[in-house]
């Protein structure tokens, strides 16, 4: 595991120096291998953080590659079930697809699930109120940009349940190999 956490901190700063098509082609190569040993549950976290990256390198142009990608990372983030990287996944996606202007109903219900799973200070939660501030003024919605983010007391959200109505979402607890995220599908440009 300490062996996958030290390559996925490598492409977190490489991202910023090589091309998109280099970081595309190793982490395909990434995935292709953490596939194989997904029998370790921990594993799913390293899927789903390789799988935020690679969606992160299809240009705003091409925001349907990348919204399955951020959709498949959700899921595997959720069959893990550690909090932090369901929170981080979705808080990345949507500051990505927020900033790019893709898929802007995409980004509202990732920002919306990441705030909604977890209101403990994180970079996941940051990115879901940046991603979902992003949307709203893209949307030229600035009273929303400007809006703090709602969160609810702990005490009243179940630990892993989303349950915010916007766009039918409801995620509910799940159950091992059994990712359950439905999201919109993205509307056409």
Do not use: C
């Amino acid at each position: 595991m300490e062996a996958w956490e030290a390559k996925l901190a490598v492409y977190g700063t490489e991202y910023m120096s090589l091309g998109a098509a280099d970081i595309q082609r190793r982490v395909s190569a990434e995935l292709v291998t953490v596939q194989q040993q997904l029998d370790n549950p921990r594993l799913w976290s390293v899927a789903a953080r390789l799988m935020t990256l690679y969606a992160k390198t299809f240009p705003g142009s091409d925001g349907a590659k990348a919204v399955h990608w951020y959709r498949m990372a959700a899921q595997a983030a959720d069959a893990f079930e550690d909090l932090d990287t369901r929170v981080w996944v979705r808080g990345r996606a949507a500051i990505a697809l927020g900033y790019e202007g893709a898929a802007l109903p995409v980004a509202d219900v990732l920002a919306d699930q990441a705030m909604a799973l977890s209101d403990r200070p994180s970079l996941g939660l940051l990115d879901a109120v940046f991603g979902k501030a992003h949307a709203a003024a893209l949307r030229g919605d600035h009273t929303t940009a400007r809006r703090p983010p709602r969160t609810r007391p702990e005490s009243h959200r179940r630990r892993g349940e989303v349950r915010r109505g916007h766009h039918g979402l409801r995620a509910r607890p799940l159950r091992p190999g059994r990712p359950d995220i439905p999201l919109p599908p993205p509307r056409p440009a």
